[in-house]
């Protein structure tokens, strides 16, 4: 009943900038918390950051400073703003969303749906 669905990835050299967008559509709860995720390769699935439905936002030490999540209710889009990208930023990016309350950067485990991610890849 609810559909995701990342956009904005790309290939940018170090230094650089993109800005992901979450469009979810269906029934979404009001009061929703999403979430940014990302893999790379031969790596487990991390968090990178989250959103709750009233604005609070929790990021990975990892991005901290250089990530910016936002979220436009209206639109029902989620965005991450990366700034200062590195190699090691390198991964497929998932928004997932989740009714539940939300007081720490959780695992993937804790949402319930997920978009099909889009590629970040970021060069030396």
């Known amino acids: 009943q609810v559909q995701l669905v990342e956009s904005g990835g790309g290939l940018v050299q170090a230094g650089g900038s993109l800005r992901l967008s979450c469009a979810a559509s269906?029934?979404?709860?009001?009061?929703?918390?999403t979430g940014w995720f990302r893999q790379a390769p031969g790596k487990e699935r991390e968090p990178v950051a989250a959103?709750?439905?009233?604005?609070?936002?929790y990021y990975a030490d990892s991005v901290k400073g250089r990530f910016t999540i936002s979220r436009d209710n209206a639109k029902n889009t989620v965005y991450l703003q990366m700034n200062s990208l590195k190699p090691e930023d390198t991964a497929v990016y998932y928004c997932?969303?989740?009714?539940?309350?939300?007081?720490?950067?959780?695992?993937?485990?804790?949402?319930?749906?997920w978009g099909q991610g889009t590629q970040v890849t970021v060069s030396s």
């Open positions: 959103i709750t439905w009233n604005g609070i936002t």
């Open positions: 269906g029934r979404t709860f009001t009061s929703n918390s």
């Open positions: 997932a969303l989740t009714s539940r309350p939300i007081e720490i950067l959780q695992p993937g485990g804790f949402y319930r749906y």
